[in-house]
């Protein structure tokens, strides 16, 4: 059983390495798009006589673009959080009512902190 706790272990800090890297290129890559949009509206505005238009159409793009980033940044915190319960070996464990996470669940979701029910009961309360 502790080989096989291992392996799975071994496994999703390779998972969690390998999401941390493409979220890292997705913030990245929106960012230098957002800062190229900018660029680009700013010229544009200086050019388009008529104001509005593409330059508008630009901006609703930065500003998605800014979302999908800081999006990606949370995602990022969030796997760092779960590589570090990886190595304090609290990780698997649901942060609300402390039973192990299901194997299968975490395989889907690695950076999950919270078991399938406690994460159902938490979107309930919220709303
Ligand atoms: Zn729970």
Do not use: W
Not at 18 to 34: C, F, K, P, W
Not at 68 to 79: C, D, L, Q, T, Y
């Amino acid at each position: 059983m502790t080989s096989t706790t291992t392996d799975f272990l071994a496994s999703q800090r390779r998972e969690l390495l390998a999401r941390r890297e493409s979220y890292l290129a997705d913030v990245a890559r929106s960012t230098a798009t957002a800062l190229e949009l900018t660029e680009d509206g700013a010229n544009q505005d200086m050019a388009d006589e008529d104001g509005f238009g593409e330059g508008d159409t630009l901006n609703v793009e930065r500003d998605r673009l800014l979302v999908v980033a800081s999006e990606a940044k949370e995602r990022v915190a969030e796997i760092d959080a779960a590589l570090g319960r990886v190595e304090a070996g609290t990780y698997g464990r649901c942060e609300a009512c402390g039973k192990p996470i299901p194997h299968a669940r975490l395989e889907v979701v690695p950076e999950a902190t919270l078991c399938v029910s406690c994460k159902t009961g938490a979107s309930l309360r919220r709303k």
